[in-house]
């Protein structure tokens, strides 16, 4: 008989059900253990077994494991949390984007700030409209939780340069309005810090 004249071989299942069975099954299960890398470790030691300096070391052993265990634990259910957040405060639209390929959290973010994070241009454009809104006198804003307040600079640790020169380094002076104070304020333009 040839080779291409068989059959495929067809798996058979050897069931232990009498001694005659016992060398062909044992044959089976070292040959599946020994592939595995298992065989040499059928005889499991007992705990009586060990010396009492091993004793010590396997108390040591299970009691950091049983830390690093619970350390996962905790971990895992943060994920978890954080997941349940991203899902459950985006909007219908923006699941399309997470939809496929995106089973963690850290490929969700990436995901979505991909699509839906503003620019770097966009911050820069928002924040000088922000600073021309603060060019005008507050009528009924209270000047306290203006966000220019949040930047103001000691002076002496500064030199100014004109609010249009948008160029390198990322950080613009400005004289603020006379109505905010006779100091100088700096305002950084941040790029997104999140990666």
Same mark, same amino acid.
């Given at each position: 008989?040839?080779?291409?004249?068989?059959?495929?071989?067809?798996?058979?299942?050897?069931?232990?059900?009498?001694?005659?069975?016992?060398?062909?099954?044992?044959?089976?299960?070292?040959?599946?253990?020994?592939?595995?890398?298992?065989?040499?470790?059928?005889?499991?030691?007992?705990?009586?077994?060990?010396?009492?300096?091993?004793?010590?070391?396997?108390?040591?052993?299970?009691?950091?494991?049983?830390?690093?265990?619970?350390?996962?634990?905790?971990?895992?259910?943060?994920?978890?949390?954080?997941?349940?957040?991203?899902?459950?405060?985006?909007?219908?639209?923006?699941?399309?984007?997470?939809?496929?390929?995106?089973?963690? &959290?850290?490929?969700?973010?990436?995901?979505?700030?991909?699509?839906?994070?503003?620019?770097?241009?966009?911050?820069?454009?928002?924040?000088?409209?922000?600073?021309?809104?603060?060019?005008?006198?507050?009528?009924?804003?209270?000047?306290?939780?203006?966000?220019?307040?949040?930047?103001?600079?000691?002076?002496?640790?500064?030199? &100014?340069?004109?609010?249009?020169?948008?160029?390198? &380094?990322?950080?613009?002076?400005?004289?603020?309005?006379?109505?905010?104070?006779?100091?100088?304020?700096?305002? &950084?333009?941040?790029?997104?810090?999140?990666?």
């Amino acid at each position: 008989m040839s080779l291409s004249d068989s059959s495929p071989a067809k798996k058979v299942t050897l069931i232990l059900n009498q001694p005659s069975d016992w060398d062909e099954w044992l044959f089976m299960i070292k040959e599946k253990a020994t592939a595995s890398n298992v065989w040499h470790k059928r005889r499991a030691t007992t705990f009586e077994d060990l010396t009492p300096s091993q004793q010590k070391r396997y108390d040591y052993e299970r009691d950091d494991y049983k830390r690093q265990l619970k350390k996962f634990e905790r971990q895992d259910q943060a994920l978890k949390i954080l997941n349940s957040i991203i899902v459950n405060t985006i909007s219908r639209k923006s699941f399309t984007y997470i939809l496929t390929g995106c089973d963690t &959290p850290r490929k969700k973010l990436a995901a979505l700030k991909k699509r839906l994070a503003p620019s770097d241009r966009a911050k820069e454009l928002e924040l000088i409209r922000q600073y021309n809104d603060l060019k005008k006198p507050p009528r009924s804003r209270d000047v306290d939780k203006c966000f220019l307040l949040r930047y103001r600079q000691p002076l002496s640790s500064f030199e &100014p340069v004109s609010w249009y020169n948008l160029e390198s &380094p990322r950080t613009v002076w400005a004289e603020p309005p006379l109505w905010l104070s006779n100091s100088l304020v700096c305002l &950084p333009i941040a790029s997104c810090a999140c990666s």
